[in-house]
Every structure is written in C-alpha cells, then in structure tokens.
C-alpha cells in the first residue's frame, strides 16, 4: 500500500467530502469530536461523515457539525463469520463497500485498529490519513493509509487524534468538544428528575457503576455505600445512573437501601448527554460517561484501575483522578490489563476517600 513521508501533504479543496472513521467506544468516540470541530473551522464547506459501529450510532449526533452517518456491524460480521454464516458477513461487507466506495476525498482513521483500517481503506478515498504505525494499536492498519501524522508516543487520545490534523495540514488550536443534546433530550432529563423530586437548586452528584470491563469497575457495594453517604450531605441529591445492561441489578439494590437514591436509566446517548449537563459532579471509572460528563463542562471524580491516566483521564478542569499502583506488573500504556479481573489498584480506593473529594468537587462548583 502507498504510503506519504512526512512531508507530502495532501492537496485538499474549498468544499471537500470528509469521512472520519471512529467505530467505538463512547469515551474514545468523545476526544474524536475535537477533531470534527477542527475540520469544519478548516473547510467550513466540507460535509463531514461519520463511521460508526451501529450500537453508537447515536453518538456522532451529539455534534452539530456532521453531516451525515454510517452505521458498521463488525462485532455482527465476525459473530456470521464464527458460526459459518458467510453469506451474511458477506452481505453486510459488501452493503458497507456500496455505501461508501468513490464518495470521499479524504478519510480520517481515528482508531487505528485494523477494522477501521479496512473500513477507510474500503472507500477508495485517495487520501487515507492514519496514525502512525507505532500508535496503533493494530500496526497492520496503517499499511491501508496513504499519509500518516507523526509519531505521537504516550500522550492523552485527544492529543493522538489531533496529530491527524497535522498530516492535513490543518491548524490544531484549543480542543473543542461540541457536545450538543436535542431539546427533546433535554426535556426528556428535566422531566425525570422532577419526577424524583430533584429540583434545579439541588447539588446533583451522579454515580456511575458500569464499566465496559471488569477491571475497571469499582466493586458496586462501594458504589452504593457512596450514594447512601452522599445523599446524607445537606443539599446534596445523589443519582444512580444505570447503563441497559446493570439497570435491574441498580434498581433491585437501591430498593434494599436504608435511603434509596433515585436511579434513573437514559435509554439513549443523548439522554445521558442532557442528564450528565444537569449535575454538579459525577463519580465513575473509566468508563463513557465519566467522560461525556467531562465533554459536558462537569466535574468529575474518575476512579482508576489498571488505566493511564496520562493517556486517559477526563479533559478538562475540576478533574480528580484517584489512581493507586498497580500491582500486578502492569507498566502505564495505552492498553489497560485486560487479564487483571480484580485489580487490587482499583480495590484500594476507599470510600472515605471518594466522598471526601466528591465533597471537594462539590464545594468547588458550587462557588465556581
């Protein structure tokens, strides 16, 4: 595959046709949005497309400046492909390719994973720009770009994602986020919280559990502990906030609880958006929500495992991050240990400690 030194920029028009292939996650998928901003302030004309996994497909609509998206089904290919349903894979692959082949100026590979690799190179786009082979994770992908940004080595993904702007030739000012929810989404926040009882004037903590992986999930106990301690602060309403897979499991056990806090369960993106814009301070690992709050403008207490915060944490000020050593060998990098189940680093935190500096945070954006 062709690829660019470091020099060669691409020649990009007034009014280009501009994909960005970002497929997952919701946290990783969020510090794609400064860059989305940026190619619109450096081609206001250009339409901006989005590459998404269909489960996030509610995501690129947070940000007002895309113009179209594309929904992908890898994890539904590979699971035909596994039980030998080819013809399905098949089909799915080839109604991508009719979607996108011949419509694109340029491409941006925002994972550089080889799925999303295969996914710029499949729309035949004569400017594919990638990261660096030795910042992918996957350095096979970058073998299907045309043109790369420099090596970015250990730095924040916002900072990595930006880089990209740089093998364009576009200027890399201050991040913007752009997270934008619907009215209707906000309606949808202010509406259930009224129904809790919580009003405007009461100081919102939100408390996440959920994790995308075991690692990075505070045991839930403490979670609850947390809400039922918080919720005793004068003028502080605490919330469980529940993803679709640990919904039944929050709402049974804050049913047992002494003073049950109000759980509430945003059944889209967007909901999550304008509940999170809502609070003063939210509590979670490394999780999306933890950093849309942060997107949001909110302050955050991020608890954190085997993660690298230099890499990974929440962007942005008012920010804690509480992070112990890690034990097991694990070195800081971009990959957390996904072979760690019990991360004694995460079973370090306290929660004495996690209230008294949402307490902190909490203070803090109440004279902000």
Request: hydrophobic letters at 45%.
């Amino acid at each position: 595959m062709p690829t660019s030194s470091a020099n060669a920029r691409p020649v990009v028009g007034s009014a280009p046709r501009i994909a960005v292939v970002k497929l997952g996650a919701l946290g990783d998928g969020l510090y794609t949005f400064p860059v989305v901003s940026a190619l619109k302030a450096f081609r206001p004309r250009a339409t901006i497309t989005w590459v998404v996994e269909e489960r996030l497909r509610d995501l690129p609509r947070l940000h007002p400046a895309v113009d179209e998206i594309v929904t992908i089904d890898t994890r539904g290919w590979r699971l035909a492909a596994r039980r030998g349903r080819w013809a399905t894979a098949w089909r799915g692959i080839a109604g991508y390719y009719r979607s996108v082949a011949g419509r694109f100026d340029v491409v941006l590979d925002v994972q550089g994973l080889l799925k999303s690799g295969v996914a710029a190179w499949l729309t035949g786009a004569p400017v594919r720009i990638g990261f660096a082979p030795e910042d992918c994770r996957e350095p096979l992908s970058a073998r299907l770009m045309t043109h790369h940004a420099a090596p970015a080595g250990r730095v924040h993904a916002l900072t990595r994602n930006l880089g990209l702007l740089g093998a364009l030739g576009a200027p890399i000012g201050p991040p913007r986020v752009d997270v934008v929810p619907a009215p209707a989404d906000e309606t949808w926040a202010a509406e259930r919280l009224a129904a809790h009882g919580i009003e405007r004037d009461d100081q919102l903590a939100a408390i996440h559990p959920g994790a995308g992986h075991p690692a990075k999930r505070w045991a839930f106990g403490r979670f609850l502990s947390l809400a039922e301690r918080l919720g005793r602060v004068p003028g502080v309403r605490a919330v469980l906030v529940a993803g679709p897979e640990d919904r039944a499991a929050v709402e049974e056990a804050a049913t047992r609880m002494a003073s049950p806090p109000a759980v509430i369960a945003p059944p889209s993106l967007g909901n999550l958006a304008a509940l999170l814009r809502r609070c003063r301070v939210v509590i979670a690992g490394d999780t999306g929500p933890l950093h849309l709050a942060a997107a949001l403008g909110v302050r955050t207490v991020a608890l954190y495992g085997p993660s690298d915060p230099v890499l990974a944490a929440p962007v942005g000020t008012g920010h804690r991050v509480i992070k112990y050593p890690c034990a097991c060998g694990w070195t800081p990098g971009p990959f957390f240990n996904r072979r760690c189940v019990d991360p004694p680093c995460m079973a370090a935190i306290g929660i004495d400690e996690v209230c008294d500096v949402t307490e902190q945070a909490l203070a803090a954006a109440a004279v902000a």
